[in-house]
């Protein structure tokens, strides 16, 4: 069974920087798309970016795009998100979440497994 546990998440300042970590276990992921998802209270919950875990091809939201970088480390089976120019509104729980298949889907029901999220908040 796929399991993923994020880290990394805390109170930061605005113009701030943060990076978020996924450690994934109970599957080769060679042929997985890893993805970053967030919820705010209040609102819906929103793609952010992904990975292709093989080629490392990835692929981000308007909103998060020259701000966020996600990478991987396939050696140790871990999945960052590297937030720079923190704002205000990035503050949300964010997810790890996984699916095998070669797509970089942005809808989370596509994806079947995720972590139980860590809290990012952003103050003003």
């Known amino acids: 069974q796929v399991q993923l546990v994020e880290s990394g998440g805390r109170l930061v300042q605005a113009g701030g920087s943060l990076r978020l970590s996924c450690a994934a276990s109970?599957?080769?992921?060679?042929?997985?798309?890893m993805g970053w998802f967030r919820q705010a209270p209040g609102k819906e919950r929103e793609f952010v970016a992904a990975?292709?875990?093989?080629?490392?091809?990835?692929y981000y939201a308007d909103s998060v795009k020259g701000r966020f970088t996600i990478s991987r480390d396939n050696a140790n089976n871990m999945m960052f998100l590297q937030m720079n120019s923190l704002k205000p509104e990035d503050t949300a729980v964010y997810y790890c979440a996984a699916r095998n298949g070669p797509s970089m889907l942005i809808i989370g029901s596509n994806y079947p497994y995720w972590g139980q999220g860590t809290q990012v908040t952003v103050s003003s």
């Open positions: 990975i292709k875990w093989s080629e490392g091809s990835t």
């Open positions: 109970g599957r080769t992921f060679s042929t997985y798309v």
